[in-house]
């Protein structure tokens, strides 16, 4: 038996960054991975999709050429092309996590692993051989799943999650998305943007039902004039797949319809991986679907952490990686602070793109908040109208007895590489008044946020 100070279970983007400041900080440490180092984040989820959803932007590019005044005869697309250069980047990525695991002296342990109780682990290898290795710590980070309704189970062809809808052979002249979360949503963009008829059903009054409510409305009016069908309010109660397509039976508040299609992708949300991995032999704290830790990832039982899609923070990549970071400094002795879940940024690369932090509107008048709202519309934004892309907004929202920076959502192309400015001012606890006297570059995209706080503090110029 192999003896380690830290054991790390999963290698997504929570498990090997984990490991690897763990080894930076001193410990000998191993990770343990079933399948390809980077987990579903670097082979199928985060990384590749947006290699996607770039081919799609560009070949939409392609198509509206003659608005920038330039000539493209017979652009097409090859869709099969298109799905193995986002394997290729995957893969790519995956092969630079295998380098940092060297780099950083990390043991890789491949196959399944299983908790046993005394900080140990048991890893079985794909020839069934098990071995038992010991740690001081074992981190938890096995991740999740696409999640399966009763009404909607996937078999892979006909229904399917996301994983399939990533590598499928041939392109689907229809598709229905079920969800319009981040998955659904993204997916939805780049089926339609390479001339699959998509239809979007949420079964919420609004799409990407978690943002700010003009967000998910500015979304919609986007997604309708690019060809995407929108049912809100709407629920698939079952599908049927004994015909060439697919049938999916769709509740609306005006009854039920039945919508034919080749595919039904199923991103109504995920499912943690919390299954045959020892939980219960060891004794470690459940509850609806997700581990139970304290403000440092610490389970109920001694010795064991948990970070990830597995405990109940928001599942996201980079919260799984600053959960990881977390937990080894705390193991290590540093003066950690606990995450700041209200501070955490969300992003859909859809097109136009979608981000935001901090509260929304209606949730910052239901806290009792007095509030100023400001709001700029890209369409004034000199880059955005020379870009040709001047679809959406820049909303801040601030507290106006003391100046707080309560909420920031945008929608427009870029701007989930902008909402960084937010996060970092809301850390640093900036008030409105000091990003309204920041300079902004112009002519920028970034400069709306600038205009957006002098909208709500009465001072805008550009609109």
Same mark, same amino acid.
């Given at each position: 038996?192999?003896?380690?100070?830290?054991?790390?279970?999963?290698?997504?983007?929570?498990?090997?960054?984990?490991?690897?400041?763990?080894?930076?900080?001193?410990?000998?440490?191993?990770?343990?991975?079933?399948?390809?180092?980077?987990?579903?984040?670097?082979?199928?989820?985060?990384?590749?999709?947006?290699?996607?959803?770039?081919?799609?932007?560009?070949?939409?590019?392609?198509?509206?050429?003659?608005?920038?005044?330039?000539?493209?005869?017979?652009?097409?697309?090859?869709?099969?092309?298109?799905?193995?250069?986002?394997?290729?980047?995957?893969?790519?990525?995956?092969?630079?996590?295998?380098?940092?695991?060297?780099?950083?002296?990390?043991?890789?342990?491949?196959?399944?692993?299983?908790?046993?109780?005394?900080?140990?682990?048991?890893?079985?290898?794909?020839?069934?051989?098990?071995?038992?290795?010991?740690?001081?710590?074992?981190?938890?980070?096995?991740?999740?799943?696409?999640?399966?309704?009763?009404?909607?189970?996937?078999?892979?062809?006909?229904?399917?999650?996301?994983?399939?809808?990533?590598?499928?052979?041939?392109?689907?002249?229809?598709?229905?998305?079920?969800?319009?979360?981040?998955?659904?949503?993204?997916?939805?963009?780049?089926?339609?943007?390479?001339?699959?008829?998509?239809?979007? !059903?949420?079964?919420?009054? $609004? /799409?990407?039902?978690?943002?700010? =409510? &003009? %967000?998910?409305?500015?979304?919609? @009016?986007?997604?309708?004039?690019?060809?995407?069908?929108?049912?809100?309010?709407?629920?698939?109660?079952?599908?049927?797949?004994?015909?060439?397509?697919?049938?999916?039976?769709?509740?609306?508040?005006?009854?039920?319809?039945?919508?034919?299609?080749?595919?039904?992708?199923?991103? !109504?949300?995920?499912?943690? $991986? /919390?299954?045959?991995?020892?939980? =219960? &032999? %060891?004794?470690?704290?459940?509850? @609806?679907?997700?581990?139970?830790?304290?403000?440092?990832?610490?389970?109920?039982?001694?010795?064991?952490?948990?970070?990830?899609?597995?405990?109940?923070?928001?599942?996201?990549?980079?919260?799984?990686?600053?959960?990881?970071?977390?937990?080894?400094?705390?193991?290590?002795?540093?003066?950690?602070?606990?995450?700041?879940?209200?501070?955490?940024?969300?992003?859909?690369?859809?097109?136009?793109?979608?981000?935001?932090?901090?509260?929304?509107?209606?949730?910052?008048?239901?806290?009792?908040?007095?509030?100023?709202?400001?709001?700029?519309?890209?369409?004034?934004?000199?880059?955005?109208?020379?870009?040709?892309?001047?679809?959406?907004?820049?909303?801040?929202?601030?507290?106006?007895?003391?100046?707080?920076?309560?909420?920031?959502?945008?929608?427009?192309?870029?701007?989930?590489?902008?909402?960084?400015?937010?996060?970092?001012?809301?850390?640093?606890?900036?008030?409105?008044?000091?990003?309204?006297?920041?300079?902004?570059?112009?002519?920028?995209?970034?400069?709306?946020?600038?205009?957006?706080?002098?909208?709500?503090?009465?001072?805008?110029?550009?609109?």
């Amino acid at each position: 038996m192999s003896n380690f100070d830290v054991i790390v279970l999963g290698s997504g983007p929570g498990g090997y960054v984990t490991a690897i400041r763990a080894s930076q900080l001193g410990f000998k440490t191993a990770i343990i991975e079933k399948e390809s180092l980077g987990g579903v984040c670097l082979n199928w989820g985060c990384i590749p999709t947006k290699a996607l959803l770039k081919s799609a932007q560009v070949f939409e590019y392609l198509q509206h050429a003659g608005d920038y005044g330039l000539k493209v005869e017979g652009a097409d697309k090859d869709f099969g092309a298109v799905v193995q250069r986002s394997r290729g980047v995957a893969d790519g990525m995956s092969k630079g996590v295998q380098f940092l695991m060297k780099k950083n002296k990390i043991e890789v342990l491949n196959g399944f692993g299983k908790l046993r109780p005394g900080k140990k682990v048991a890893v079985t290898d794909a020839d069934g051989k098990e071995t038992e290795y010991s740690a001081s710590h074992i981190i938890i980070a096995t991740g999740a799943r696409s999640r399966e309704l009763p009404s909607l189970p996937q078999d892979g062809k006909k229904v399917i999650g996301y994983r399939e809808a990533m590598s499928l052979k041939e392109q689907p002249k229809k598709m229905i998305v079920v969800g319009s979360g981040a998955i659904g949503i993204e997916f939805a963009y780049f089926y339609n943007a390479m001339g699959t008829e998509v239809t979007v !059903v949420e079964f919420l009054p $609004n /799409i990407v039902p978690v943002e700010d =409510e &003009e %967000v998910s409305k500015q979304l919609a @009016r986007s997604f309708k004039k690019a060809g995407v069908k929108i049912k809100t309010s709407a629920e698939v109660t079952k599908v049927d797949t004994s015909g060439d397509g697919v049938k999916a039976t769709v509740k609306t508040e005006k009854g039920e319809e039945i919508l034919e299609a080749d595919i039904v992708l199923s991103a !109504v949300g995920i499912k943690s $991986n /919390i299954e045959n991995i020892g939980l =219960e &032999e %060891v004794g470690i704290a459940v509850d @609806r679907d997700k581990i139970i830790v304290n403000d440092y990832y610490h389970t109920n039982i001694p010795g064991y952490y948990a970070i990830g899609d597995v405990t109940p923070g928001q599942a996201l990549a980079h919260v799984a990686s600053a959960e990881g970071i977390l937990c080894v400094e705390k193991i290590a002795g540093m003066h950690v602070e606990p995450l700041d879940y209200g501070n955490i940024p969300g992003c859909t690369y859809c097109i136009p793109e979608v981000a935001s932090v901090g509260l929304t509107e209606k949730q910052a008048r239901e806290k009792g908040f007095d509030i100023k709202v400001g709001k700029f519309p890209f369409s004034a934004s000199g880059k955005a109208k020379a870009s040709g892309n001047s679809d959406g907004f820049v909303k801040v929202i601030f507290d106006a007895k003391y100046g707080e920076w309560l909420g920031c959502h945008m929608i427009g192309v870029g701007v989930t590489d902008m909402i960084a400015e937010a996060v970092v001012a809301r850390k640093l606890e900036t008030t409105g008044h000091e990003v309204l006297k920041a300079v902004h570059p112009h002519p920028t995209m970034s400069e709306a946020v600038m205009e957006a706080v002098a909208d709500a503090y009465g001072e805008v110029i550009h609109l």
